[in-house]
């Protein structure tokens, strides 16, 4: 390539513009557009994806028995009925998005293999400049957008998180990270560690349990996790008796969340009632007398994310000998598997370090204001989805206690009422700022880690914006509040800024 084809493929000359763009075309991009062509409809808008499929993380992972870790009742969407097990596959929830595409005609809208670079924002033309790349053919785009709506997750979809631990290249086998599983990884017979206690690990272990010849679940503390079956009883008689399915979704919805509240809240008035109550599910499988230590935390339930065991097969694994759990910290990885800080030795042919992930708030785009670097840690969010002096850009951030869905469906309610509000206004631009009652008000991190601390958000707290201590300067995690809120946003209150 000469000079000048290289500085026509940085600066493309073609720019196309959208009213609204969307990053992604994941759980919470496919929902974006929905409401946006059933609440503002006429909007012209384009969902870009990094990706060559819609899905997002149910696309991107493909380790064995990959499944949502909540009810899909709360995680599908609140306009389209779930028909299934609550518990579901990446394949189930897949076929769901893509009715959920056909059925409101969102594929025309939703562009594949577009990986955004930049963001600029022009307080001059008010309106961002996005440049993004075609991974398929390395060419460079333009596109112009009066609204960036981003949908692209909290995470980095291309690379896991995975210590550095003393020795790992002695190690004579195979080392993989959930998120990059080799689709030709032959696990048969052979002996697997799986490193880490959250969802990924405890959906993994059942999953090869019967294909290996004996895999351990080697955690450093341990998870609290709830158990049950895979089965609304309420939702199947109900279906007996023929009822509509929306209105199942409906009430069986509600029945879940009701539920959820109660035990969010009794995690706080009552942890240790609520911690009896998860313990029960562990020993309805494993037995009064299995050690108790292996999933008793030290943390109070819910200051971590608490995964369902869909018909306990984590623990059947267990109980069937086929699977076990060890938990104690690596001292050095071996050339036959690791040495633990116990002095105990685990044998491995396999290793899977299901460690977690990168924090990846802004989607690795380089964002900036009337071309100068934007650190959104410089910032203030306004309810978890808008930034102080960033304007015309709402971000979706779910839920840590409830399914991420949730907050999908009510910032899209947010977000479309703003545009139809400075559309009646004669609004171009929408900037959050601090009023001047909020002018001496404490800034904090983004979440209070004494009530919500998973290693990723510890690790990347730096990178996120800041929260004051009032209820519209934070993301405060509480859907059964929010629900209430949102819908009370007052679109002309001081802390939105219009020009």
């Known amino acids: 390539m000469n000079v000048q084809s290289r500085i026509e493929a940085d600066n493309p000359q073609k720019t196309e513009h959208f009213d609204v763009l969307i990053v992604g075309a994941g759980i919470s991009g496919v929902g974006a557009a929905y409401h946006l062509t059933t609440q503002c409809p006429g909007t012209s808008f384009v969902a870009l994806e990094a990706q060559d499929h819609f899905g997002g993380t149910w696309w991107t992972h493909r380790y064995p028995g990959i499944r949502s870790d909540s009810d899909l009742y709360t995680f599908g969407y609140r306009f389209k009925p779930w028909i299934g097990a609550p518990i579901a596959t990446a394949a189930e929830i897949l076929k769901y998005m893509s009715e959920v595409i056909d059925e409101n005609d969102l594929a025309k809208h ?16 008010n309106l961002w400049t996005i440049i993004a790349e075609r991974s398929d053919t390395g060419e460079r785009l333009r596109f112009t957008t009066n609204f960036f709506w981003m949908c692209q997750g909290y995470y980095r979809h291309t690379e896991g998180y995975t210590p550095e631990w003393p020795e790992m290249t002695s190690f004579k086998g195979t080392i993989v990270h959930p998120q990059k599983w080799p689709e030709d990884l032959d696990y048969k017979g052979k002996k697997v560690i799986v490193i880490g206690s959250g969802a990924t690990a405890a959906t993994l272990v059942p999953n090869i349990a019967d294909d290996c010849a004996h895999v351990t ?41 009701y539920e959820q509240d109660a035990f969010t809240k009794k995690t706080f008035n009552d942890p240790d009632g609520a911690k009896q109550d998860l313990m029960a599910g562990v020993i309805a499988y494993l037995g009064p007398d299995y050690d108790k230590t292996h999933f008793t935390p030290r943390y109070r339930p819910w200051q971590q994310r608490i995964a369902f065991i869909p018909d306990g097969d984590l623990f059947r694994g267990i109980a069937s000998g086929k699977a076990s759990v060890v938990t104690d910290e690596i001292e050095r990885f071996t050339e036959t598997g690791i040495l633990l800080k116990s ?136 859907y059964w509040a929010e629900k209430d809120e949102f819908p009370k946003i007052d679109l002309k209150d001081a802390a939105f800024v219009y020009g």
């Open 110 to 125: 939703i562009r594949y293999h577009h990986r955004i670079l930049s963001a600029d924002w022009s307080n001059a033309d």
């Open 217 to 257: 679940m080697l955690q450093r503390s341990p998870t609290y996790f709830r158990a049950g079956r895979n089965a609304i009883e309420i939702a199947d008689e109900l279906r007996r008796l023929q009822v509509d399915e929306r209105w199942i979704h409906e009430i069986v919805r509600r029945k879940i969340l």
């Open 343 to 478: 002095g105990k030795a685990l044998e491995a042919d396999i290793i899977v370090t299901a460690t977690g992930f990168n924090l990846l708030p802004t989607g690795d785009i380089a964002f900036s204001l009337d071309g100068q670097p934007l650190d959104f840690a410089d910032t203030v969010t306004y309810r978890g989805m808008m930034f102080t002096g960033v304007p015309n850009l709402v971000w979706v951030f779910g839920y840590f206690r409830a399914s991420w869905t949730l907050r999908v469906d009510l910032v899209a309610d947010f977000v479309c009422a703003l545009l139809n509000h400075m559309k009646a206004i004669g609004a171009r631009k929408v900037t959050p700022a601090l009023r001047a009652e909020d002018k001496d008000m404490p800034l904090l991190d983004w979440i209070d880690p004494v009530n919500f601390n998973p290693g990723y958000m510890m690790r990347g707290m730096r990178l996120l914006p800041k929260r004051g201590d009032k209820p519209e300067w934070q993301h405060n995690q509480d």
